[in-house]
């Protein structure tokens, strides 16, 4: 998928040069998807809030009984709160692995904004098996720290493209190899 909602997986070299006292980035998984709930969670009470607006100003409709009209409004409230509330909350989400091993996780929702780092060989990817909320198999790679926290970096329904993904995120995540000396 491509466009402002997509998720990506980028591998460096990037072209954009450290700022003084940063590494350069060697692997970066972004996901987006998040603001497809926010747009459509925007629209939906842009509408309600419209079909309120016009319902208070000109009244039932006469074609129906005035309780079954408020009543259904009211029910698209009572919805349109709850999970407009759910779905502001999810963040974005943008994994950055810099050369040296360290790993940065910027989560970004409509109101918050959070910012976690770990240093160089703290922290480990692995693949998880599990079953979304249908009962289908899906698998997730996540991020496992040395002090026990744990991050989920993307869910994939296929799981070739997840190992392949987490074997990525493990070769980003391992220490560099020492530059050898020159023969002498």
């Known amino acids: ?16 040069p450290p700022t003084a006292g940063a590494t350069a980035i060697s692997f ?7 603001i497809a709930g926010w747009v459509f969670m925007a629209v939906w ?7 309120t607006w016009i319902m208070q100003r000109d009244g039932p409709h006469p074609s129906q009984p005035a309780e079954l009209q408020y009543g259904a409004l009211a029910l698209f409230w009572l919805v ?11 963040p974005c989400l943008r994994l950055v692995v ?7 996780i910027h989560r970004r929702s409509v109101l918050t904004r959070e910012v976690e780092t ?29 002090d026990g926290r744990e991050r989920q970096a993307r869910t ?28 002498a």
Do not use: Y
């Open 156 to 183: 994939d329904r296929v799981q070739a493209d997840a190992q392949a993904l987490a074997d990525r995120l493990r070769a980003a995540l391992a220490p560099p190899l020492a530059e050898s000396a020159p023969g």
């Open 28 to 34: 970066m998984i972004r996901d987006r998807s998040a």
């Open 80 to 90: 349109g709160i709850p999970v407009s509330a759910h779905l502001l909350a999810k």
């Open 45 to 51: 009470m842009g509408v309600l809030g419209l079909f």
């Open 1 to 16: 998928m491509t466009g402002p909602f997509a998720r990506d997986t980028i591998i460096a070299p990037m072209n954009d």
């Open 98 to 104: 810099d050369t040296c091993g360290g790993v940065t």
């Open 118 to 146: 770990f240093p160089p060989g703290t922290v480990q990817a692995e693949l998880r098996p599990g079953k979304d909320d249908e009962g289908d198999p899906i698998w997730r790679v996540m991020l496992v720290a040395r």
